[in-house]
């Protein structure tokens, strides 16, 4: 939706092709943190794409919401992480980037989070990252593309096949027909590997499950994301408490597990003492499309004419997603690249 959206107001037409309905797989799954998780352990190109993005979010959200009335709450509330094992790398790397990370004194963590369980020392403090309600992000995205006369939605239609003439693609199947197209995007998350397979290209993207559980807890026992161990919680303006997530090579399998619920409650509670007297609401999986080191594909299918590529972006594809498309939409169009774009290219990589 996000590629949809940008190409439309680059005045490009386009059709979206669904298989279900929109924004109800990973990008509704995930947790909406606007950042990598440990950003030092990921190489330059995911960087670069997290970067842009992160100077992007405020403009987007706020264009988003005036275009179609749904608040996405971005949230900069900061990012905690404590217990780092590799405290030195990731200071060596926000020296490089721009001071985003300092280390925190314990009574700072405690100010901040008053509800955090006793006993910690030290922790890294990432105070400009914030984080959307994904969900809500996804539906103001729906509403601005049924707003834009330049873009048909078409849902409930899998594409299984695109066409191809002569090495050029010409449009794709759904059981409805042919939709004929100049170029075709491939966007399909977990599923563009497979997309891709009919034209012979192996795009190494799989699927990577991940688990999240829900807490109704009251506003205020967390207030800004604090990552441990992996694991982490994120607070939404209600109050209520996402901690996730899993990390299972499962293939499409999107099942939740109850010892993966009692992992997350565990750790979550092990944080955040109070949470334990707070309802599990809600317990859910989704399907993130893991790529190679975390880095995307973005850009033409090597010896197939008008056929892309905008997919692998594992664990953070909704903070990757506005330099992504933008990258995207200035391939296709012959604008400047928000990036260098050779890193995400799929000549070498598949
Ligand atoms: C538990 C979890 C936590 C996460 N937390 C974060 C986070 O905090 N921050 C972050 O940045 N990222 C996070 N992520 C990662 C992020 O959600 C994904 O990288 C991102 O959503 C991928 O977006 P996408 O559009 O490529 O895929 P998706 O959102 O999965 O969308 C792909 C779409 O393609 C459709 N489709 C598939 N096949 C076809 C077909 N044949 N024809 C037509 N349509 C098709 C699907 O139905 C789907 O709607 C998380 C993911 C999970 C699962």
Redesign the pocket.
């Known amino acids: 939706m996000m590629q949809a959206r940008e190409l439309a107001q680059a005045g490009v037409e386009v059709i979206l ?4 309905l ?1 924004g ?4 509704w ?5 606007i950042s990598p998780l440990y950003p030092w352990r990921y190489s330059e190109p995911v960087t670069a794409l997290a970067s842009w993005s992160q100077s992007y979010y405020g403009n987007l959200v706020e264009s988003l919401e005036a275009e179609s009335g749904i608040d996405p709450e971005l949230s900069r509330h900061g990012l905690l992480m404590l217990s780092l094992e590799d405290q030195v790398e990731a200071l060596k790397w926000t020296k490089k980037h721009k001071n985003w990370a300092d280390p925190i004194e314990m009574e700072e963590i405690y100010r901040l989070e008053p509800n955090l369980r006793e006993g910690l020392k030290e922790a890294l403090w990432m105070p400009r990252v914030g984080s959307v309600r994904n969900p809500r992000l996804t539906q103001a995205l729906y509403q601005s593309l049924k707003n834009e006369p330049a873009v048909t939605i078409l849902e409930e239609q ?2 299984s096949d695109v066409v191809l003439e002569s090495g050029k693609v010409k449009g794709a199947i759904t059981r409805q027909g042919v939709i004929e197209a100049d170029n075709v995007v491939i ?5 563009s590997g497979g ?1 891709l397979e009919s034209v012979g290209v192996v795009l190494p993207v799989e699927p990577v499950r ?3 559980i829900l807490f109704k807890a009251k506003p205020g026992v967390v207030n800004r994301v604090v990552l441990c161990d992996g694991k982490y919680v994120i607070p939404r303006r209600d109050g209520r408490v996402l901690a ?2 899993t990390l299972e090579y499962v293939g499409f399998d999107k099942q939740t597990t109850e010892q993966a619920k009692q992992q997350l409650a565990d750790v979550a509670i092990d944080m955040y003492p109070a949470l334990a007297d707070a309802q599990i609401e809600h317990h859910w999986a ?4 893991g790529a190679p080191e975390g880095i995307p594909f973005i850009g033409a299918v090597p010896e197939i004419d008008n056929l892309y590529v905008n ?1 692998g ?8 997603a506005p330099a992504s498309v933008r990258l995207m939409t200035a391939l296709l169009l012959g604008q400047e690249a928000p990036v260098d774009p050779v890193p995400y290219g799929l000549t070498r990589r598949c």
């Open positions: 092709v669904e298989k279900g929109c109800k797989e990973a990008s799954a995930g947790g909406g943190i899998a594409v966007t399909a998350g977990a599923w997309l991940g688990q999240m996730g997530s989704g399907l993130r499309p997919a972006h594992f664990r953070n594809g909704l903070v990757l």
